[in-house]
């Protein structure tokens, strides 16, 4: 720590010495907390999967991880993959290059959206905001070239980064396609026709971060009036081997295109796109080569100068699949029942906390106040690890196949059987029981939709938390992500939902009004803030930065009821979970599309925000990291 930076800038001042002295590994685009944990757990995976190998004893009793291994093994297989080459993809690519009209795209609407191909409308299962007792059907269009619209709107830049993905695509087509220059210049040039069309109807992502704003429920005849080639009500009661009557749509400007991105002079454009798209979707299974030119784009907009080598490629393959299963295992093996009381407890203290906060609030009213509570007081807290996940994981078996394609198809299988058990759940409520996000996957998350907070066991870790740690300590690490998350029920996106996770107003008009208010000053207290790769966008981040000030501010108070309280420690240990290194390129593009704030901009504004912390390190008006007490931002 350097006391002479504390004053001045405190992320630097807990951090400075670590970020000199740790330099970003060659296979990641950046360096941290976060990743030193996730780094951790890869070793831990590695080592568990090369040892199951040979010796299954340990998983003797669980058929799922068994097979895992068997896939690892197939995964691993490269003299096969390289025998076998793009030959893997043939069928496939012979079958899309068969299309002659968008009624051929209909016909096979169902396999091509439940193997997660491009499709012209991107169909989905998720809770319906007005009614969370069922999941309904959700309308969204297809992914875009760049990672989001806002990369269009710069020139030089975004034909930059395209001609990084043409070179890229170009390479996998020349071995799809040998010696057939023409064809594949066709086919490049009419996908990127078709996505800078479709880029004009895509949501931003300030627009895509306010959550109400995506609920646009229509009837399947309303949606019919807007597309001439595609019958709706036949695509979606197919999808969901239903009868669906109503559709969400994400984006009605989307919606009110579809007719100018699909039609009979789109439709070349659009069936050369799926080709492309779906060899670059389909190269991580194919021969080494194929592997590494079909990561070159995504290295290029994280920095990286190559891709990771094969034995982490491995591990990453059989994790996109088994992390669920294996995260059940891990959180079951390495988090230990001691660990996860004194954790839930730590939840249940920053609940009580909360409660009182929202109890003596002083611009709520009474009413309001109310209900919030009682939103807090129905929400579901997961620790851990999941008390059971979904079936469709049982049936995730090695098949023989055709020998050649085997690891190909057999990969495929497992995104349709996922995809089959999602559709199939139309109309049926969601079980709160399952996660949507792995015991061994170092986050958390809060579900609006289902209120309720998850925290993965591979979260529960140093500097995070630690049974050997002091309570500050924790508090400020592990404490203020509970918190944090906890928060997230009363962001400006988690505020309009009600305790059962509906799109509610719960709301009087004057404290929505107050509510508002709080959120524009939040917003500017980021905006506009520069940082090395630009300046902070306030209103993208605004939820999380909301989120980030509860989350200090409960977790503080939480910690001052311990006897061993240490407001240094505290804060010390927050700015430390937020330590980290990112590649220039990656530090850009989140900038515009993450909607978390730079991690310096959280410990340090945050920090500033929270009056202890001007107690704990004797802050002046004088010193840089004072910040008027007009204009902090008090909200939970």
Not at 305 to 331: Q, T
Not at 355 to 382: C, D, P, R, V
Not at 457 to 472: D, E, G, H, Q, V
Request: charged share 30%; hydrophobic share 35%; net charge neutral.
């Amino acid at each position: 720590m350097n006391k002479e930076l504390l004053k001045k800038d405190f992320y630097e001042a807990i951090n400075g010495e670590w970020l000199a002295k740790n330099e970003i590994p060659d296979h990641l685009s950046g360096w941290g907390s976060f990743y030193e944990l996730d780094e951790n757990i890869r070793k831990l995976r590695s080592s568990l999967f090369h040892k199951w190998l040979d010796d299954q004893s340990d998983i003797k009793d669980n058929p799922i991880l068994k097979e895992m291994i068997k896939y690892f093994a197939l995964v691993k297989d490269w003299n096969s993959r390289e025998a076998n080459g793009m030959t893997q993809l043939k069928s496939l690519i012979d079958k899309i290059s068969g299309f002659k009209s968008w009624k051929d795209i209909e016909e096979n609407y169902k396999k091509l959206q439940y193997l997660h191909f491009y499709v012209p409308l991107n169909f989905f299962i998720m809770d319906d905001f007005k009614d969370s007792t069922k999941q309904i059907l959700w309308l969204q269009y297809p992914d875009i070239i760049l990672p989001s619209k806002n990369h269009y709107v710069d020139k030089e830049k975004s034909k930059e980064l395209l001609t990084v993905w043409r070179n890229a695509a170009e390479k996998l087509l020349n071995k799809t396609f040998p010696n057939q220059k023409e064809y594949v210049t066709k086919l490049l040039d009419d996908t990127l026709k078709f996505d800078a069309l479709l880029a004009k109807y895509v949501l931003t992502p300030e627009e895509e971060a306010i959550y109400p704003n995506l609920y646009n429920l229509f009837s399947t005849s309303e949606i019919q009036k807007h597309c001439k080639v595609f019958d709706i009500k036949k695509i979606a009661n197919n999808l969901t081997n239903n009868k669906v009557e109503n559709i969400s749509v994400v984006s009605k400007v989307f919606l009110e295109n579809i007719n100018t991105l699909y039609n009979d002079e789109t439709f070349d454009q659009f069936k050369s796109a799926l080709i492309v798209k779906t060899i670059l979707q389909c190269s991580s299974y194919l021969d080494d080569e194929s592997r590494l030119i079909g990561s070159e784009y995504s290295n290029y907009l994280r920095g990286l100068k190559k891709s990771i080598d094969r034995n982490k490629f491995e591990i990453e393959s059989v994790a996109k699949f088994f992390s669920v299963p294996f995260g059940l295992y891990y959180g079951k093996t390495y988090l230990g029942e001691k660990g996860k009381k004194d954790v839930e407890k730590m939840v249940n203290n920053m609940v009580k906390i909360y409660q009182n906060k929202l109890a003596n609030n002083n611009w709520l009213s009474e009413e309001t106040k109310k209900y919030a509570i009682k939103k807090l007081n129905k929400m579901g807290i997961h620790i851990g690890y999941p008390n059971k996940i979904k079936p469709f994981f049982s049936k995730y078996k090695v098949e023989k196949y055709n020998e050649f394609d085997k690891l190909l198809l057999n990969s495929l299988n497992y995104i349709y059987l996922a995809s089959e058990f999602k559709y199939n759940e139309y109309l049926k409520p969601t079980d709160k029981e399952y996660w949507e996000m792995p015991a061994d996957m170092v986050n958390a998350y809060y579900s609006p939709n289902q209120n309720h907070i998850v925290f993965p066991a591979a979260i529960l870790a140093k500097p995070f938390y630690s049974l050997s740690s002091l309570t500050s300590e924790n508090y400020g690490g592990i404490g203020t992500v509970i918190a944090h998350e906890i928060s997230h029920a009363f962001d400006n996106n988690g505020a309009n939902f009600d305790e059962n996770g509906n799109l509610v107003n719960w709301w009087t008009e004057e404290d929505k009004k107050n509510f508002d208010i709080k959120t524009q000053e939040m917003i500017a207290l980021f905006d506009g803030v520069e940082t090395p790769v630009g300046k902070c966008n306030g209103k993208l981040t605004v939820s999380e930065n909301i989120a980030d000030a509860g989350g200090v501010s409960c977790a503080l108070e939480a910690a001052k009821l311990e006897k061993d309280y240490d407001g240094q420690k505290f804060f010390i240990n927050f700015a430390t979970i937020w330590r980290i290194k990112y590649r220039p390129q990656l530090a850009e593009m989140l900038l515009k599309i993450d909607v978390h704030a730079p991690a310096k901009l959280r410990a340090n504004i945050q920090t500033k925000n929270s009056d202890e912390f001007y107690k704990a390190f004797d802050i002046e008006p004088s010193d840089e990291m004072y910040l008027d007490p007009n204009k902090r931002v008090k909200i939970w």
